[in-house]
């Protein structure tokens, strides 16, 4: 994932990140005032009109697996044997039921709130131990820093999805270490990244600063190194996001993930698959809002990365 990265490159002045912004909003901000910079992050990602479009879309997402249970009386482990496999919209079911009776409008309100509970917790642990371990191998250099690129090389080559089948297998259906095993295999190229951004800065003014005064490590390294690489662990969290569910979905569908009674989009995904050709709707429904989720996601996405890169035109001037 390709991001431009304001100071942190090889021939970048020696200035903090936020100083070029700063100047942005200094000249742009209406009637003389000076916009802040959160400002001035939000005014240029409104103005990009695909990425509002795709946080309108995340909203209604999230507000639907919020509310969308009070919406009908189904449970969505509750059964109706009277209704085996019925299309959208018959015996008081607004999407039809699956093949065991269990209402489909449920199970889309739940599997959709189970994979963004999924998705977004394993995509913050990740990024907060990529950013975190990246900024400490840069920091430390030497043989530390050798020492850990060399562990996140040794996991990297690791064949991870044989360990997740592995693992899902043995623990069938736990939603929760599906997502401690997600974690533990998907930082490495992002900590990858970081630490290649952060050997740029950890020689600023700033940081030399705080060693010469006595600055711990780890302070200096919370205080200075990873604020300025904000911009990158917000749009790797949003993407992150998005992989995520596609990742679960995956697990899911080949039966490694989210098992009965508990469902998820991607379990929901390879049930429906059995009956394409009978039921469509049980595999076209959850199809379609793994589609919505991972487009919004990537909308936001890419507008954040435009609205926190200064050297960005794509959401105009503020």
Do not use: C
Not at 178 to 203: C, D, H, P, Q, Y
Not at 238 to 247: F, P, R
Not at 254 to 282: C, E, H, R, Y
Not at 301 to 310: I, N, Q, S, T, Y
Request: net charge neutral.
């Amino acid at each position: 994932m390709a991001i431009n990265m304001p100071g942190v490159g090889p021939d970048a002045e020696q200035t903090h990140p936020d100083e070029s912004v700063a100047r942005e909003a200094g000249k742009t901000g209406s009637g003389g005032k000076r916009l802040s910079p959160s400002k001035l992050y939000m005014r240029r990602f409104a103005r990009n009109k695909p990425a509002l479009g795709g946080l309108i879309l995340f909203v209604l997402l999230v507000l639907f697996s919020l509310f969308g249970p009070y919406l009908t009386h189904w449970d969505y482990m509750e059964a109706d044997f009277t209704a085996l496999s019925v299309p959208p919209g018959v015996d008081g079911h607004l999407l039809g039921t699956n093949g065991a009776g269990n209402d489909v409008y449920a199970q889309l309100v739940h599997g959709l709130g189970r994979s963004l509970i999924i998705a977004v917790t394993v995509s913050l642990l990740t990024t907060a131990i990529a950013g975190l371990f990246g900024t400490t191998a840069a920091y430390f250099g030497g043989k530390i820093e050798r020492a850990m690129l060399g562990f996140v090389h040794f996991l990297l080559i690791l064949p991870s999805f044989l360990i997740i089948a592995l693992v899902g297998t043995r623990f069938r259906g736990e939603w929760q270490v599906l997502v401690l095993v997600l974690t533990l295999f998907g930082w490495m190229l992002t900590a990858r990244v970081i630490w290649s951004l952060a050997t740029s800065l950890r020689e600023r003014e700033y940081v030399l600063a705080a060693r010469f005064m006595g600055v711990s490590a780890m302070r200096t390294i919370v205080r200075h190194l990873v604020p300025n690489i904000g911009s990158l662990l917000i749009v790797t969290f949003t993407l992150g996001v998005a992989s995520t569910v596609q990742a679960e979905t995956a697990l899911s569908f080949i039966g490694f993930g989210v098992k009965q009674p508990d469902v998820s989009l991607g379990s929901m995904l390879a049930d429906g698959q059995n009956t394409l050709s009978t039921a469509p709707w049980l595999f076209y429904l959850p199809a379609a809002l793994v589609v919505l989720l991972t487009v919004a996601m990537a909308l936001i996405g890419d507008g954040l990365r435009d609205a926190l890169d200064p050297t960005s035109q794509s959401g105009g001037r503020a």
